[in-house]
């Protein structure tokens, strides 16, 4: 069995909010806990920039939450995803795109489209930097129209949570174990210092 829960559109209101936090840690100390981002797939046809976009949200839901997480690739009934698992496998493959996307310019400006320029450069570095990145995500293409791809889902979040209980959760009791040496710790220093003013003020 599982239970899905669907957080606030706002990816900021949820996931660096200090609700957001105390919701999913409360979720992960409780039983095994996935994220799932869903990617607007034709979007992301329409434009690597935006493919660039969605993938540095995943990495900082992924670096704030410390918790599997299934990129869902969404309405596959428009556009097939299959392009976006390549760029995130083979990050030449992207490379690629960003140069078709360069000479085709698609109503972009020459500093946005263009191979030249701050803006496509900076996508250049990202896609080098997040190639790495991408081997801890877990991918599946769905079709929330026509529920082509559900039972896919739930395989790679079944996989996703395999991961919780090999990885995330030991370093979710490393962190827990040492929030609770960080009390002790607090509780000592607190006893040493009321024993000291006892002491000075002639009570102890």
């Known amino acids: 069995d599982y239970i899905l829960i669907d957080t ?21 100390t409780t039983f095994p ?17 935006t493919f ?35 760029w995130m496998d083979d990050y030449e493959t992207f490379q690629e795109a960003l140069d078709d996307a360069s000479d085709a310019g ?5 500093e946005t489209a263009g ?14 930097v997040l190639d790495e990145f991408y081997n801890h995500l877990h991918k599946v293409g769905v079709s929330a129209a026509t529920g082509d791809g559900v039972e896919e889902f739930w395989e790679v979040v079944r996989r996703a949570a395999a991961d919780y209980e090999e990885g995330y959760l030991a370093d979710l009791k490393l962190r827990i174990e040492e929030q609770q040496a960080k ?17 000075e003020d002639g009570k102890l």
């Open 33 to 49: 806990t996935v994220l799932a981002f869903v990617i607007d797939t034709p979007r992301c046809a329409a434009s690597v920039h």
């Open 183 to 199: 009390e002790r710790a607090k509780k000592r220093v607190g006893a040493r210092r009321l024993a000291r003013d006892l002491k």
């Open 115 to 128: 191979g030249s320029g701050y803006y496509s450069s900076l996508t250049r570095s990202l896609s080098l």
């Open 8 to 28: 606030p559109g706002q990816i900021e209101a949820f996931t660096w909010s200090a609700s957001g936090t105390i919701v999913t840690s409360a979720l992960a």
């Open 52 to 86: 660039m976009s969605n993938m540095l949200y995943a990495c900082s839901m992924l670096y704030r939450a410390k918790l599997p997480m299934v990129v869902v690739l969404n309405k596959t009934d428009v556009v097939g995803c299959e392009f976006v698992k390549e």
């Open 106 to 110: 698609n109503g972009y400006s020459d």
